[in-house]
């Protein structure tokens, strides 16, 4: 079943496509025909909703619900869309657990966004957690890329540097990329590179495939166990990123196709834990209370683009939970 949102104004569609884009959808790419033009997104989340909305906007073309409105609103104010009504700003964000706004795109047509600040469990909230930001802004990274099965390893690394750029590391200069043989040597090189402390972080991006001998179970546990001990004594966050699968089909699943790009998902975790570590060095802060950054928990999986990989969600859409 698919969804379709019609827009009517071509420049709504364009800035539509521009801002689902900006809140983690997923895009499949364009496609123009001769009377109509589409875009598929893919959510993170899909559920089909049906509500009734007794003080809706009729103009509204869409309805979305996400996980971090706070960090949206920066997202909308940045693309220089129009925001007509915001329910429960950012003043007071500790007061209020939702936020509702209203986007009009170039054209007059009208998106509405709601979305939750905190989760409830139990009988009462979560206090504001101390978690990362998903920005690389000002960051260095360094990426272990193995040469063997370079054919997956390298869509991975695509999806990588790809989820760096969406993120805010625009310096090229802050990535260095090395190559090595194999899996097995990537804990060596990451150590290495870790022990400079010239990095916030450290990707692993490799490929393993089972064949007829053990030698695949040996290689496996020996990279899990070198990646994880270099992470631990150095310090360093480590982001893992080695395929191991059984056939070629899967591991070509994992780097671009139906399971996402492993790579993308790996540079996302690089990023939050090398800022979560700042934050608790540097005293630590409520990101959740200050509603002030992007939350990891809402673009987890709606990142990764056709072969390379795509960003992030990911906020969550949904009001119509798309």
């Known amino acids: ?18 801002l689902l884009g900006a809140l983690g959808l997923r895009s ?34 869409l309805e979305l619900t996400i996980s971090d ?17 915001d329910d429960h700003s950012a003043a007071r964000p500790n007061q209020h657990f ?69 993120t805010g590391l625009e310096d090229r200069d802050s990535i260095d990329i090395v190559r090595v043989p194999g899996a097995f040597e990537i804990p060596s090189a990451a150590r290495t590179l870790a022990e400079t402390r010239k990095y916030d972080a450290i990707i692993a991006l490799g490929c393993l495939l089972r064949g007829d001998t053990a030698h695949y179970d040996v290689i496996v546990n020996e990279v899990t166990r070198g990646i994880g001990q270099s992470a631990q004594e150095t310090g360093v ?3 893992f990123g080695v395929l191991t699968c059984d056939t070629l089909e899967q591991a070509i699943d994992r780097a671009g196709l139906k399971m996402g790009n492993k790579g993308f998902e790996a540079a996302l975790a690089a990023i939050e ?42 906020l969550r859409p949904g009001k119509k939970k798309t």
Not at 37 to 61: I, M, R
């Open 98 to 166: 939702s936020r509702r706004f209203r986007v009009r795109l170039p054209g007059g047509t009208i998106v509405n966004i709601t979305g939750f600040r905190t989760h409830k469990t139990g009988k009462g909230w979560d206090p504001a957690a101390l978690e990362g930001t998903l920005s690389a802004a000002g960051k260095k990274f360094a990426i272990v890329a193995s040469r063997f099965n370079s054919f997956i390893v390298e869509r991975l690394l695509g999806g990588a540097l790809d989820c760096l750029h969406r």
């Open 237 to 239: 966050p480590h982001a």
């Open 28 to 61: 499949r790419g364009l496609e123009d025909y001769k009377t109509y033009a589409v875009e598929y997104f893919l959510p993170s989340v899909a559920a089909l909703e049906v509500f009734h909305g007794k003080d809706s906007d009729p103009k509204a073309c």
């Open 273 to 314: 834990m090398a800022d979560l570590k700042k934050a608790v060095i540097g005293g630590g802060r409520s990101l959740a209370g200050k509603g002030s950054s992007r939350s990891a928990r809402g673009i987890r999986r709606d990142q990764q683009n056709d072969p390379a990989g795509k960003s992030r969600s990911r």
């Open 69 to 85: 409105p706070d960090t949206a609103v920066e997202v909308v104010k940045k693309m220089g869309l129009e925001i007509v009504g």
């Open 1 to 18: 079943m698919h969804l379709g949102v019609e827009v009517r104004e071509e420049k709504d569609f364009r800035a539509l496509r521009k």
